[in-house]
């Protein structure tokens, strides 16, 4: 079995203080991104009046991008680190979904 690997960028220091340093408010900061986006999805999916969808859909866009531009902040730092995918497993999970597809009552590309 494979050890999984990181994927990270160089680390940049920061204070090892009680007080929050930056990257301790880019983590709290995307913790709340990722919380407003799944909230705002929740609204999406039930939204009955379409102006209102439009203007969920609008706020839901702008906080998603903010969400990734924090989390390319924080990996460009070396704050932010995600491991890499087996190939074999990577495989394994593409011909499972891709089966799925014969039991759609469409064609799917």
Known sequence: MN???KIQNPETNVPKTPQMNERDFLNDQLT??????SSYNVAL??????NFYQDLATIFKETQD???????LMFQNGWYAVEQAEQQ???QTY??????????????Q
């Open 95 to 108: 011909q499972q979904f891709n089966g799925y597809k014969n039991q759609l009552p469409y064609n799917v």
């Open 3 to 5: 050890q999984s690997q």
């Open 89 to 91: 497993k990577v495989q």
């Open 45 to 50: 999916n039930e939204a009955s009046n379409q």
């Open 32 to 37: 709340t991104e990722k919380y407003m986006t």
């Open 66 to 72: 903010c969400q990734r531009n924090l989390y390319n």
